[in-house]
Each structure stands twice: as structure tokens, then as C-alpha cells.
């Protein structure tokens, strides 16, 4: 083995929000909001990564099979929380105390849970579907899959617009939560209507419910996701027992000794309609906020810009600046020229757009038992056009560790 020694030049991340004068506080918010976007990348597939049942040889967690089950039991929900193997294997892996993943997500429930529990007792659906965002994106708004998905709950683009939700060079509301929390609800109950049961609505969400169907005629039948479970797409089969496991872990983190951290953001918040174009940097420099701050509590503006041209659209900021930001209106909207000159520039614009048009690609590393078809229905792509891409002249030529370029939108 040939060990190389690579010079890295070190060089100082740049960071506009530091290079004015901030008191302590704004300086430890700015810190926290920095750290938990390092963090939370590393975060994205944690709580849906598959887990086989005899992967997880090891555990810091001791506690007995009745136990967990007992618990369970106790969590009276219209969701089938059931104990099994499979489920044993996502219930230790999000309570073992060696990952110090779960009392980040903890601390992120906070601010969220609130506001999707909202949304969830508005459209009668049971409030235990709070555990959904937890495994399709660790409770983080600007998490984004390699197939394009985005979001608290993770929309494709073509979902998000059907079900409402604006997406365009300014705006994503796939990342609002409050906005793609009402989305998830309505595609929520669409799919409850289909199947009548929880579990396989919960894996119609996370495979479509084609592949859903496709199970249940395999299996010749079945009323709940364990009656189809072998017939699933793998990824599909850990999906609910991964909701199970973070449901679990919710509820009983203290017992396993895990405590939550304080959050990021503010958990005390205001909402306002914005009715002009508005820069977040606007209110930042008028206000004294971070912009940070803002850009955490206002995730579904791109480009930092609110496009209230035609219609008003809302500002959620730290309540105790709600009077400042009123009183403060025009003195705002008055540093529009300085702000918006490079953003509204139709050239920019343009190219904005261009950049989101682009196709981009992703790699993947082909595993045992993966087929071209199962990979392209993934990725949400054909196979010719992985064929294309990778100049594969037979589909059925697929080789363990060989690496394909997966087209995906940017």
C-alpha cells in the first residue's frame, strides 16, 4: 500500500454576517445555526438507511425484547406500532447513545413538531405521522435526495406542484414547513383512502403507491405492510420499521438517557404577510437579526428574495422583533436598491433558471442483486438513459462495485 501525502492549502471560509459587529449572542446563534447545517448533512439517510436484520451486531443499548415491546404497546396510536425483529434493529440503532444522532433531531422537534401536529390534528390524521419527516430528512427543510427530492417531507418536484406547492427560481415551498406540512397531509390522506391502513399508506408514501399494489398482487392479498413486507422494494421494507423505531424513540429518548438539545432557531415566532419585494438582507441590517437567523426561519426563499409582486407571501421572525420590523416598514423597503439591484437584473434571473434546468448527475455504486430497472425506478429515471450516460450496450450486464452516473434534475 502506497500512502501519498497531499499538500492542502488551509484558507478561511468566507462569512459576510462576521464581518460586522456582533454582540455575544447573535455570535453563539450564528455558531449554532452553522453547526447544526455541518451536522445535519451528515444526518440526510441516517434515519431511512436500510438495515438488515442481522447487521447491527452491536448495540450500547441493553434493553430487554419485552421491554420494548411493552413500550410499544403503550403508545396507543391508529398507526400499528408492532415489536419485532426488524423493528428491534431501527429502535437500537436510533438510541444507541454512540451515534448522537437522535437528540439533534430531538432538539429540531422542538420548533417542528409543534407546527406539524398543527397540520396533522387540522386534517383529522393522527399526530403520530409527526415521526414521517424524521426518516425522510432528519427534521431538516433544505434536505435534498440525489433524485431531487426536498424538504421536511421530501417532494419530488412534480408531487409538490400537484398537491399545491410553489416551485420556482425564487420560491420552493417543498421546504416551508408549514406550507409542505399541509401538503403531506392531503397526499397523506389520498393514500389512507386507498388502503384503508396506516402502515401501507406510510410505505405508499415512500414508494408510490404502484409499487404498493404491485406487492399486493405478488402476495396474493394482505391488509397491513407486514403481509407484504418480502414482496417491497428493499429500501420500501425498512421504510416502516424505521417509523416505528423513530416513533419509539420519540416518545421514550429519556429512558435510554438521551436528552434533547436546545434548538437553533428561536422556538418563539411571529408571522407576517409580506406585500412588496423584499430582500432578507433588508431586514437583517435594518432589524440587527443574522441573517442566518432569518434564512433558518424562511427556508423556501432561494435567493433570499420574497417575490411579493403579485402576491403577499409570509416572513416568520424571532417574536420580540415583530413591533421593530412593523415600526421599522418603510426604513426597510427603502434599502431595496441596494439589495435587490443584483437579483432583479432579468439577465440573473435567466440564469438562475438556466442553473435549475441543467441536468445533474449523481454516482452510484452497483450492489449485489441490483438490477438496471431497480435502479432507474430509484433514481426516477429510465434505463436508457443510464444507458446512454454510461454507453452500456446490454442492461443485463451489470457488475458488483461497478459505479454508473445516475442523470438527475437539478
Same mark, same amino acid.
Given at each position: ?26 455570535? *453563539? ?8 447545517? +455541518?451536522?445535519? +448533512? ?12 442481522? #447487521? ?23 398507526? +400499528? ?45 393522527? %399526530? ?16 435534498? #435526495? ?31 414547513? %408549514? ?148 415600526? #421599522? ?40 442483486? *441490483? ?40
Amino acid at each position: 500500500t502506497v500512502t501519498e501525502k497531499t499538500t492542502v492549502q488551509q484558507t478561511e471560509p468566507y462569512c459576510p454576517e462576521l464581518n460586522r459587529n456582533l454582540t455575544p449572542a447573535q455570535i *453563539d446563534s450564528l455558531v449554532a445555526l452553522w453547526r447544526e447545517k +455541518q451536522t445535519l +448533512q451528515s444526518y440526510d439517510t441516517f434515519f431511512n438507511d436500510y438495515i438488515d436484520i442481522d #447487521s447491527l451486531a452491536s448495540s450500547s443499548d441493553t434493553t430487554p425484547d419485552s421491554v420494548y415491546a411493552n413500550r410499544l404497546r403503550a403508545l396507543v396510536s391508529p398507526v +400499528q406500532l408492532p415489536f419485532n425483529p426488524i423493528v428491534k434493529n431501527y429502535i437500537r440503532r436510533y438510541v444507541d447513545t454512540r451515534y448522537g444522532t437522535i437528540n439533534r433531531v430531538l432538539s429540531l422537534s422542538r420548533y417542528y413538531f409543534p407546527l406539524i401536529e398543527e397540520e396533522l390534528i387540522k386534517a383529522d390524521l393522527p %399526530v403520530e405521522l409527526r415521526a414521517l419527516p424524521i426518516i425522510e430528512s432528519a427534521l431538516s427543510t433544505t434536505a435534498t #435526495s440525489p433524485m431531487g427530492a426536498v424538504g421536511l417531507w421530501q417532494f419530488m418536484p412534480a408531487t409538490g406542484k400537484s398537491y399545491g406547492l410553489e416551485i420556482n427560481s425564487f420560491v420552493d415551498e417543498r421546504r416551508d414547513p %408549514v406550507q409542505a406540512t399541509r401538503a403531506a397531509c392531503r397526499y397523506l390522506k389520498d393514500l389512507y383512502s386507498i388502503y384503508h391502513d396506516w402502515t401501507l399508506a406510510i410505505a405508499a408514501y415512500n414508494c408510490g403507491p404502484g409499487n404498493v399494489n404491485k406487492a399486493l398482487a405478488r402476495a396474493g392479498g394482505g391488509t397491513t405492510f407486514w403481509d407484504i413486507y418480502e414482496y417491497l422494494p428493499r429500501e420500501t421494507r425498512g421504510y416502516v420499521p424505521a417509523f416505528v423505531g423513530a416513533s419509539y424513540a420519540y416518545a421514550y429518548h429519556q429512558q435510554h438517557g438521551i436528552q434533547s438539545e436546545n434548538p437553533p432557531m428561536p422556538l418563539a415566532t411571529d408571522t407576517i404577510r409580506v406585500t412588496r419585494l423584499l430582500h432578507l438582507g433588508q431586514v437583517a441590517s435594518t432589524l440587527d437579526i443574522p441573517i442566518e437567523t432569518l434564512r433558518t426561519l424562511n427556508p423556501q426563499y432561494k435567493m433570499d428574495i420574497i417575490p411579493a409582486t403579485i402576491k403577499s407571501y409570509t416572513l416568520v421572525l424571532p417574536q420580540h422583533y415583530l413591533c421593530q420590523y412593523i415600526a #421599522s416598514e418603510e426604513e426597510i423597503h427603502r434599502k431595496d436598491s441596494t439589495y435587490l439591484k443584483e437579483y432583479i437584473n432579468p439577465a440573473n434571473i435567466e440564469k438562475k433558471k438556466l442553473a435549475d434546468a441543467t441536468p445533474a448527475y449523481t454516482t452510484y455504486t452497483v450492489k449485489r442483486g *441490483d438490477t438496471l430497472g431497480a435502479i432507474a425506478r430509484r433514481y426516477r429515471t429510465t434505463t436508457a438513459q443510464i444507458m446512454k450516460l454510461n454507453k452500456l450496450k446490454n442492461a443485463n450486464k451489470l457488475r458488483e462495485g461497478q459505479r454508473l452516473r445516475i442523470p438527475i434534475r437539478r
